[in-house]
């Protein structure tokens, strides 16, 4: 069981960490407007 709950914790941050990317796109990409 705690390999299960290993595997999903790590999807979970990866999951956040990939939003957090996005966000970052999201914001550079208004505050500049070239992108």
């Known amino acids: ?3 299960a709950r ?3 914790l790590e999807r979970v941050l ?3 960490n990939a939003a ?3 966000i970052d ?3 550079c990409a208004g505050g500049s ?3």
């Open 1 to 3: 069981m705690s390999e």
């Open 6 to 8: 290993g595997d999903s």
């Open 14 to 16: 990866e999951q956040e």
């Open 20 to 22: 957090g990317d996005l």
């Open 25 to 27: 796109h999201a914001l």
């Open 33 to 35: 407007g070239a992108l």
